[in-house]
């Protein structure tokens, strides 16, 4: 059994900064990439930054400059440091996994944390 377990998550006002963290736990193999998602109310989710197995990262356009994602290897823990945050920010963030569970012959999969709220207001 995998879990992603996020966490990190709480108020803050314009322009301050958080730090999500995201734990993988369980019968893991391996894991090609992680990354954060989020989804605000009335739109859709959308990819925030992923890292892979081997470093590299990617961003939304709308938070380069002021997220950065990074990895414990060791620890099966993705991080997400968010600085100046905007109100835009706003919205449930969910952590994912591209991982192969253990066990003979089990396929890379997708999966899923719960979310963790981030608020972003004066």
């Known amino acids: 059994q995998v879990q992603l377990v996020e966490s990190g998550g709480g108020l803050v006002q314009p322009g301050g900064s958080l730090r999500l963290s995201c734990a993988a736990s369980?019968?893991?193999?391996?894991?090609?990439?992680m990354g954060w998602y989020r989804q605000a109310p009335g739109k859709q989710r959308e990819l925030v930054a992923a890292?892979?197995?081997?470093?590299?990262?990617n961003y939304a356009d709308s938070v380069k400059g002021r997220f950065t994602i990074s990895r414990d290897n060791a620890k099966n823990t993705v991080y997400l440091q968010m600085n100046s945050l905007k109100p835009e920010d706003a919205a449930v963030y969910y952590c994912?996994?591209?991982?192969?569970?253990?066990?003979?012959?089990?396929?890379?999969?997708?999966?899923w944390g719960k979310g963790t709220l981030v608020t972003v207001s004066s």
């Open positions: 994912n996994a591209d991982l192969t569970p253990l066990g003979p012959g089990g396929d890379g999969m997708d999966y």
């Open positions: 369980g019968s893991i193999f391996s894991i090609n990439a």
């Open positions: 890292i892979t197995s081997g470093g590299s990262t």
